[in-house]
């Protein structure tokens, strides 16, 4: 075997889009992740696969090697593969996201509801980057007074917008109805981020049962899921963990 066989990727296949359209109505697709040992971009099209119930694996990274083959030349990607042996190459985190929530029926049942979720996803991306541009990546002797910054200026108006919208659904542990969206995925994985990296020494983010009951709710309903509560206990969750930690030096 060459040395770089290990980090050969899928070939997409190539066919007339009508035929590819055809094939991604597969719901009995198998998958191969290509991301970074943490959780990062691809912590939410993990869970997506757990949810769907779906095969999946990922594939061995060496961006040297592989870079050139993606459409964008980043990552994640992800390859599904139809029964039939049709291969689709999906780029892009969030596209990825959508891709999966709407195959496995977690994105609505018709444009307004697809809408609605699409708003707390939106909302909810836009806190998520900016935890991510203040406080993850904020020089280590500044991360504490950044993380306070950011509790005070991006949380508190998040929290009260997303307990508004979760009270016009009774507070009931979803943004809509009585089942899973990508809404609550989005909003739960937010959460738990701000608290799983929470720098030593800061105050404690304002997420908790108090503080923040109705998105506390959506916390527990997506974490005490039966599929997303076994993906946690496993090895992998918890290496993802530590590689988190690790290339952000938490």
Same mark, same amino acid.
């Given at each position: 075997?060459?040395?770089?066989?290990?980090?050969?990727l899928p070939v997409p296949t190539k066919a007339d889009a009508k035929v590819l359209a055809e094939a991604s109505r597969s719901t009995n697709s198998t998958y191969q992740l290509l991301y970074f040992p943490?959780?990062?971009?691809?912590?939410?099209?993990?869970?997506?696969?757990?949810?769907?119930?779906?095969?999946? =694996?990922? +594939?061995?990274?060496?961006?040297?090697?592989?870079?050139? @083959? %993606?459409?964008?030349?980043?990552?994640?990607?992800? *390859?599904?593969?139809?029964?039939?042996?049709?291969?689709?190459?999906?780029?892009?985190?969030?596209?990825?996201?959508?891709?999966?929530?709407?195959?496995?029926?977690?994105?609505?049942?018709?444009?307004?509801?697809?809408?609605?979720?699409?708003?707390?996803?939106?909302?909810?991306?836009?806190?998520?980057?900016?935890?991510?541009?203040?406080?993850?990546?904020?020089?280590?002797?500044?991360?504490?007074?950044?993380?306070?910054?950011?509790?005070? =200026?991006? +949380?508190?108006?998040?929290?009260?917008?997303?307990?508004? @919208? %979760?009270?016009?659904?009774?507070?009931?542990?979803? *943004?809509?109805?009585?089942?899973?969206?990508?809404?609550?995925?989005?909003?739960?994985?937010?959460?738990?981020?701000?608290?799983?990296?929470?720098?030593?020494g800061s105050k404690e983010p304002p997420f908790s049962e108090e503080k923040s009951p109705n998105l506390w709710k959506v916390l527990r309903?997506?974490?005490?899921?039966?599929?997303?509560?076994?993906?946690?206990?496993?090895?992998?969750?918890?290496?993802?963990?530590?590689?988190?930690?690790?290339?952000?030096?938490?």
């Amino acid at each position: 075997m060459a040395p770089n066989d290990k980090f050969a990727l899928p070939v997409p296949t190539k066919a007339d889009a009508k035929v590819l359209a055809e094939a991604s109505r597969s719901t009995n697709s198998t998958y191969q992740l290509l991301y970074f040992p943490m959780h990062g971009r691809g912590e939410l099209t993990r869970t997506l696969l757990v949810f769907s119930g779906a095969k999946w =694996e990922e +594939l061995p990274l060496n961006l040297s090697v592989q870079k050139q @083959q %993606l459409p964008f030349k980043l990552i994640p990607i992800l *390859y599904e593969t139809t029964p039939d042996g049709t291969i689709l190459e999906l780029a892009e985190s969030h596209a990825i996201e959508r891709y999966l929530a709407a195959k496995y029926g977690l994105y609505g049942t018709d444009p307004y509801s697809t809408h609605k979720i699409d708003q707390i996803y939106t909302s909810t991306d836009f806190a998520n980057q900016l935890f991510w541009q203040r406080v993850r990546w904020a020089p280590l002797d500044k991360r504490i007074e950044e993380a306070h910054k950011f509790y005070d =200026e991006v +949380l508190t108006p998040y929290i009260a917008n997303h307990e508004a @919208q %979760l009270e016009k659904n009774g507070g009931n542990g979803y *943004y809509f109805g009585e089942s899973i969206t990508l809404a609550d995925l989005k909003s739960a994985h937010f959460i738990d981020r701000v608290l799983f990296m929470r720098p030593k020494g800061s105050k404690e983010p304002p997420f908790s049962e108090e503080k923040s009951p109705n998105l506390w709710k959506v916390l527990r309903t997506v974490n005490g899921h039966p599929a997303m509560a076994a993906w946690k206990k496993t090895q992998r969750y918890q290496d993802l963990d530590a590689g988190s930690l690790s290339f952000f030096q938490f």
